[in-house]
């Protein structure tokens, strides 16, 4: 599984940014893909996370009712649309497809066996 992440750039504090990720192949049905983001000098973070059937989904604390993660089956790809963006979201993006994941496990990053490269998302104030 292979995994192509997009739509990073420049924005000003309280702007919109939408970011893909494509996958290179049909994902199956117990798959869940998640979005995790790394700042400089931080450790990576847990943003969201979606299953690929069912389209339950989680997010980090910090994100909630800012971020929202969405999927195009038929088109591979899964979405992170980010809404009230502020500094402190500036870090390198990454998708992430993990497989079997419980709630509870979607939020950590070793349970993610397939990464994609990151996109950059800079906010500026």
């Known amino acids: 599984v292979q995994l192509q992440a997009s739509g990073g750039g420049l924005v000003q504090a309280g702007g919109s940014l939408k970011l893909s990720c494509t996958v290179s192949?049909?994902?199956?049905?117990?798959?869940?893909l998640g979005w995790f983001r790394r700042a400089p000098g931080k450790e990576r973070e847990f943003v969201a996370a979606?299953?690929?059937?069912?389209?339950?989904?989680t997010y980090g604390g910090s994100m909630k009712g800012r971020f929202t993660i969405s999927k195009d089956n038929a088109k591979n790809t899964v979405f992170l649309q980010m809404n009230s963006l502020e500094p402190e979201d500036t870090a390198a993006y990454y998708c992430?497809?993990?497989?079997?994941?419980?709630?509870?496990?979607?939020?950590?990053?070793?349970?993610?066996?397939?990464w994609g490269q990151g996109t950059l998302v800079t906010v500026s104030s």
């Open positions: 992430a497809a993990g497989q079997r994941l419980i709630i509870s496990e979607m939020s950590k990053e070793r349970n993610y066996a397939y």
């Open positions: 192949e049909r994902t199956g049905r117990d798959y869940v």
């Open positions: 979606i299953r690929w059937s069912g389209g339950g989904s």
